[in-house]
Structures are given as C-alpha cells and as structure tokens.
C-alpha cells in the first residue's frame, strides 16, 4: 500500500516536499516512481528512484528543480519540489511495480501498486 500527503496551495516560486509511505513492499528493494495528472492531461511520469542503487532519475520537464528520496527505515519515499510553477498545478502520485530491481521507467503501466494522490495548487 502507497499513501500519498503533503500536497498543499503554493505560491509560485515556492518550495514543497510529498511523502509516499509504503507498506507492504521492501522499500529497499523496489523503485518508487511519481507521477502527476493536472486537469485534463494523462498521467505524466515525472520522477523515480531506484531500488537498486537509489540514483533518481527526472523528466526533462522537471529536471533541476524536482528531486527524490527516500527513507528505507520510516518506509517512506519523498518528492522534493522547487521553484512551483504554475503548470506543476496536479494530483501528484506515488507508484512502485510489481517487481523488485526494476528499471527506472516514467510509463505508468510499468507501475503496479499506486496511491490515491495528493494534490498540489499552484497559485499566487
């Protein structure tokens, strides 16, 4: 089980950081992948970090102001957002597959267990 929170009203320029909790799943084991859906838009895979050796891997549409991390010991995942667009308005999700020592992937049908998401508002 993923439980996404976090989420909250940012101005823009501001900074935010989700939680992804996991249960179920050895956190140290699996990618964790984030993902966004703004309003009518698919699903876009924006960030992951991998079970295998922890590197974190971006979209180009959010590198450099987007990272990842995780706590293998509070079973916990994070995204860590800086400088808040107004585009990155969206129910942010968090995501693992249903194998361990996968690839690093931004598809969402690579992803198996999801959460409900949290969502983030961008506004001045």
Request: glycine share 10%.
């Amino acid at each position: 089980q993923l439980v996404e929170s976090g989420g909250a009203l940012v101005q823009p320029g501001g900074s935010l950081s989700l939680s992804c909790a996991v249960s179920g799943l050895s956190l140290a084991y699996y990618n964790i992948g984030w993902f966004r859906q703004a309003p009518g838009k698919e699903r876009e895979g924006i960030s992951c970090i991998s079970g295998r050796d922890g590197t974190q891997h971006h979209a180009d549409s959010v590198q450099g102001r987007f990272s990842v991390s995780r706590d293998n010991a509070k079973k916990a995942a994070y995204l860590h957002i800086n400088n808040l667009k107004l585009e990155d308005t969206a129910v942010y999700y968090c995501a693992a597959p249903l194998s361990p020592f996968s690839d690093c992937l931004f598809r969402p049908d690579q992803y198996h267990y999801w959460g409900q998401g949290t969502q983030v508002f961008v506004s001045s």
